[in-house]
């Protein structure tokens, strides 16, 4: 089955299974009949105030109606751009002001203050002053922000045709079916959402949204995986390993298909402990690298108690490239190196998306065609750096940049030292990810006073950071330093930071 939108593909799965249930929040539930009826209904409210608009916010929290923004955003021929509820105003507001959207949807949880100008059910449509024209592609589905090097997130712009490669190449790796059940865990402003959304909805499956207060703790977490009976669980290692901790023998999860880790590194360690104390030869486990600018995904790794237990130490394994997409290793140069020689990610392919909104420099940049190649192939070069086996297998390396990824959280170092800098007192300051005796990685920021004689209290410095900047932006140690060191190259030498110069912290 083919279609050239999500919405068309929907439309189709609803035509097929009207009385499934389709999504599920609590005790709440949407058949595909309804929910193709309520999204109906939303589009059309759109439909009446768009002059033009080619992107629409979608501003709601977690729940049934998420799926119903979604499809009656798409449904009236619109791009969505995810604007997450629990994120600090200043951020929301420069992502309404930087996508130049006019319109908003939002639900009553939602503090949307513009004016409304059309409801559908719960949802209300509100008007708010557009900052000027967008070349966005006729066929975009969503922008996505990611954190910015420049201090400033940039949108990322996702076609229909990259999600639905995505999927349809995905398709015989899982054997997607309608009696799967999947868990909406994450913010559909983390593009896992893609995934975990799209994987149900366009298979006649049931997606069980997870509300946020559940999603913090691992132990209603786990019940809920067995009282759903979820098949296919969506999962970043570092969000897993608390999750892992608190499970036994009595948290079986007897349906599981299969445990699905992205974005970020796995951590071998504890994906052991889980199959040591949950023997499960069902599950299929299986790490998915990725990168939004390539559409979720890039590479499938199954991972078993061998390859976890025999790898080498300080990679992790990502498998290869998934059918759609193509992954050169180059060196800094841009010329393809040999292997078992590191390399920087260049993905080509269906994945790769469209550009950052509003960037053409930046795009230019990042999305660049092979000089090599005659055939004009358009790759993005990634910033992650890996090797490839002498199998043909891909190991993550991290990356070579001011760029991490933290509980499956793209972070620009750059955007978070910026915030901290504009802090009253802050003369410099630099920001690092440090691991914790537990094991735990957190991010730690390095703070030099100022001449003036004002002191930086951490707590109100995380206080000044949390109206700026998403949660898992924020610092969870704040540390005075009389001075920054410098490397033989010039650069400040974290490592020294983190052997202990610091004189205080929070």
């Known amino acids: 089955m083919t279609a050239d939108t999500l919405q068309q593909r929907f439309r189709a799965v609803a035509a097929a299974h009207p009385d499934r249930t389709a999504i599920t ?135 229909h045709g990259n999600v639905l490669s995505l999927m349809d190449r995905t398709e015989p790796l899982f054997g997607f079916a309608p009696d799967d059940v999947w868990t909406l865990f994450h913010s559909i402003s983390f593009d896992f959402s893609v995934w975990e959304i799209w994987g149900a909805l366009l298979y006649g499956a049931r997606l069980v949204t997870v509300p946020k207060e559940m999603a913090a703790d691992p132990a209603s977490f786990g019940e809920l995986v067995a009282r759903e009976g979820v098949t296919i669980l969506n999962q970043v290692p570092s969000v897993f390993s608390q999750l892992e901790g608190m499970l036994d023998d009595k948290t079986a999860w007897p349906s599981l298909r299969f445990l699905v880790f992205g974005g970020e590194a796995v951590q071998p360690d504890c994906i052991l402990r889980w199959l040591d104390r949950n023997t499960a030869p069902h599950v299929e486990i299986v790490n998915m690298y990725g990168i939004t600018e390539t559409t979720v995904h890039v590479t499938f790794c199954r991972l078993t108690r061998q390859s976890l237990s025999s790898g080498p130490r300080g990679r992790s394994p990502i498998g290869r490239p998934l059918p759609h997409l193509a992954v050169s290793l180059r060196d800094e140069d841009g010329r393809p190196v040999g292997t078992d020689t590191p390399g920087e990610m260049w993905v080509s392919g269906d994945g790769v998306c469209a550009g950052y909104l509003g960037r053409p420099e930046l795009t230019a940049e990042r999305f660049v065609p092979d000089t090599r190649d005659e055939t004009g192939v358009r790759y993005y070069r990634s910033g992650d750096w890996a090797l490839r086996d002498r199998d043909g297998a891909l190991h993550y390396l991290g990356r070579h940049d001011h760029q991490v990824k933290l509980r499956g959280f793209r972070i620009e170092l750059g955007e978070v030292e910026a915030a901290v800098r504009s802090f009253p007192g802050v003369r410099s300051a630099v920001c690092t990810v440090e691991e914790t005796r537990s094991g735990y990685r957190i991010l730690v920021a390095y703070v030099v006073e100022s001449d003036t004689g004002t002191r930086v209290e951490p707590t109100a410095l995380r206080g000044h950071l949390t109206k700026r900047l998403p949660a898992h932006m924020v610092p969870q140690r704040v540390k005075k330093v009389s001075s920054l060191p410098l490397g033989p190259n010039g650069k400040i030498d974290t490592a020294a930071l983190a052997d202990g110069m610091a004189s205080e912290q929070s």
């Not at 992107?55 to 998420?66: D, E, F």
């Not at 949880?109 to 513009?114: I, K, L, N, Y």
């Open 25 to 159: 929040h609590n005790t709440d539930s949407l058949t595909y009949c309804m929910l193709d009826r309520l999204s109906d209904t939303l589009a059309a409210a759109l439909g009446q105030v768009l002059a033009g608009d080619r992107l629409v916010a979608i501003r709601v929290g977690r729940g049934l109606h998420t799926a119903v923004a979604i499809l009656g955003v798409l449904k009236s021929g619109c791009g969505y751009v995810p604007v997450d509820p629990d994120y600090p105003e200043s951020r929301q507001r420069y992502i309404l002001d930087d996508s130049t959207v006019r319109l908003v949807v939002g639900d009553s949880g939602s503090a949307v203050d513009e004016d409304v100008v059309a409801t559908a059910g719960p949802l209300t449509v509100a008007r708010r002053p557009a900052a000027g024209p967008s070349d966005v592609p006729d066929d975009t589905a969503y922008v996505i922000y990611t954190s910015g090097s420049t201090g400033h997130p940039k949108g990322c712009v996702v076609t």
